[in-house]
T-cell receptor
Framework: KQEVTQIPAALSVPEGENLVLNCSFTDSAIYNLQWFRQDPGKGLTSLLLIQSSQREQTSGRLNASLDKSSGRSTLYIAASQPGDSATYLCAVRGTGGTSYGKLTFGQGTILTVHP | DVKVTQSSRYLVKRTGEKVFLECVQDMDHENMFWYRQDPGLGLRLIYFSYDVKMKEKGDIPEGYSVSREKKERFSLILESASTNQTSMYLC??????????FGPGTRLTVT
């Protein structure tokens, strides 16, 4: 059974810092990996999707990398801002059969960026 | 832009009531999902559907059922609500194995 772990569970940084959030998964047979952001009491917003054949994806100040063989992904946030404060969730999508399309989520990293 | 909407943001029900949570997506996605999110337990998949009238159990289907009569609409049903079903319920949709898009969530309280 796939398990997804995110480290650290919480992170507090001053505005302007570059930071890295980590995600690891136990089964490397994944179809793709998706990073989400969740604000308190709200739904999830998709940030980046990396296919299993890709090494990284970029969107603005966000860069996500994937090392499928070692079961790891990182989300890099450049020049952090207070508006980046949220919970960041990593989720992997399995391959084949009825797992196709299903996501397994990590517990999330709570990020606080203070002015 | 993909839009996933849920019928209520907040809902309060009594123990034993039958509860319907509705989800609608506007992008012709074949896959739709219902999750619940609880502190310390994260997001857990309740049911999903990969086509009209097709459904599969997720990780925690007990106490829930679903209905998908039309492609754009996926309903979660609590046959007899219990206090341990108090939670945040999130609906999502996707085209095949591509990005999942989530609705705003329904915070359900069962008293």
């Amino acid at each position: 059974k796939q398990e997804v772990t995110q480290i650290p569970a919480a992170l507090s940084v001053p505005e302007g810092e570059n930071l890295v959030l980590n995600c690891s998964f136990t089964d490397s047979a994944i179809y793709n990996l998706q990073w989400f952001r969740q604000d308190p009491g709200k739904g999830l917003t998709s940030l980046l999707l990396i296919q299993s054949s890709q090494r990284e994806q970029t969107s603005g100040r966000l860069n996500a990398s994937l090392d499928k063989s070692s079961g790891r992904s990182t989300l890099y946030i450049a020049a952090s801002q207070p508006g980046d404060s949220a919970t960041y969730l990593c989720a992997v999508r399995g391959t084949g059969g009825t797992s196709y399309g299903k996501l397994t989520f990590g517990q999330g990293t709570i990020l606080t960026v203070h002015p | 832009d993909v839009k996933v909407t849920q019928s209520s943001r907040y809902l309060v029900k009594r123990t034993g009531e039958k509860v319907f949570l509705e989800c609608v997506q506007d992008m012709d996605h074949e896959n739709m999902f219902w999750y619940r999110q609880d502190p310390g337990l994260g997001l857990r998949l309740i049911y999903f559907s990969y086509d009209v009238k097709m459904k599969e159990k997720g990780d925690i289907p007990e106490g829930y059922s679903v209905s998908r009569e039309k492609k754009e609409r996926f309903s979660l049903i609590l046959e007899s609500a219990s206090t341990n079903q108090t939670s945040m319920y999130l609906c999502a949709s996707s085209l095949s194995a591509y990005e999942q898009y989530f609705g705003p969530g329904t915070r359900l309280t069962v008293t």
